[in-house]
């Protein structure tokens, strides 16, 4: 896809980098299917970089407007899933 991800600037250049792997991991979910231990030890990564929320709403808003993808449907299906489960999301 050709499109740019939702990122702060405030970030550092690491935090970046494990906030598009967030990004990515969802994308793969809706295209690929990932492994649901996989996907939540990224999520726990990205929620130490956004512990808010309303910021996390926000940047899953609008990497949905942007991608068509909902980071928030893909979490839930994760968490309503057992370890070692997959996730394949149909759009």
Known sequence: MEYQYPIDYHWTTDEIVDVIKFYEAIERAYEKGIERDELLTIYRRFKEIVPSK??????????????????????????????????????
Do not use: H, P, W
């Open 54 to 91: 309303a910021e996390e709403k926000t940047l899953c808003g609008e990497f949905e407007d942007i991608s068509g993808y909902s980071s928030y449907r893909v979490i839930k299906k994760a968490k309503d899933l057992s370890s070692g489960d997959n996730i394949m999301m149909k759009q």
